[in-house]
């Protein structure tokens, strides 16, 4: 059953600590997301990767947030230093764009930072 | 740019009976997709369904079906039979074809489904 992993499910960490979420996408998915969900704002689109390729990183704040693809079966979220208002579900999502274009996600990486 | 819209914040109906859920979208484009995807307590987001903006017959997944209105730009979302597992938030996406411009989906904000016992 193929699916989307990320880790860790849950973090706590300090105010100013860096935080790094992983994420494993669907083998074969061309195309790999990084939203986050908040309250307040809903579901925003932080960036995302094509055949690896960073196409669109205008939803992250740039000088603390960082996305990387170092592989096809890896997707890294880094954040440094980490606020308190990062506070959030982030989700990666993988799909095939081009065919069914359907986005399917991964179980998503709880933070809080206090 | 689109945008996704969902009027209902909170939903209630009675096991068994039947809901609908309602989303209007904003678009240029021709051609997309749209979906709806549940999200229990969990947080996981799980796709329910999904429709191609080029075909005419509205989708259907078991006890899910769609409402699909082209012109009226309107993708509303029928659950027939409700069970006590089908509370969750519903969120209405929209995709382009073209993936040209900005890709992935454009959320509405959420429908939160009561399912009384």
């Known amino acids: 059953d193929a699916r989307v992993t990320q880790t860790p499910r849950h973090k706590v960490t300090e105010m100013g600590q860096e935080v790094t979420m992983r994420c494993q996408p669907i083998?074969?998915?061309?195309?790999v997301f990084w939203y986050r969900q908040t309250m307040m704002q809903g579901l925003e689109l932080l960036a995302y990767?094509?055949?690896?390729?960073?196409l669109d990183d205008s939803g992250m704040p740039k000088d603390r947030f960082s996305a990387e693809m170092p592989d096809a079966t890896l997707a890294t979220l880094k954040i440094q230093p980490s606020e308190p208002r990062d506070s959030a579900v982030y989700f990666c999502?993988?799909?095939?764009w081009g065919f069914g274009n359907t986005i399917y996600f991964g179980e998503g990486s709880w933070l809080t930072v206090v | 740019a689109q945008t996704v819209t969902q009027s209902q914040p909170e939903m209630s109906v009675q096991e068994a009976e039947t809901v609908t859920l309602s989303c209007t979208y904003d678009t240029s484009e021709s051609d997309y997709y749209l979906f709806w995807y549940k999200q229990p307590p969990s947080r996981q987001m799980i796709l329910v369904i999904r429709q191609e903006a080029y075909k005419q017959q509205n989708a259907t997944e078991n006890r899910f079906s769609v409402n699909f209105q082209k012109a009226a730009k309107s993708f509303s979302l029928k659950i027939s039979d409700s069970q006590l597992g089908d509370a969750a938030m519903y969120f209405c996406a929209y995709r382009s074809i073209t993936g040209g411009g900005a890709d992935g989906l454009t959320f509405g904000k959420g429908t939160h489904l009561i399912i009384q016992p």
């Open positions: 999502a993988s799909g095939f």
């Open positions: 990767f094509r055949n690896r390729a960073p």
């Open positions: 083998l074969g998915h061309n195309t």
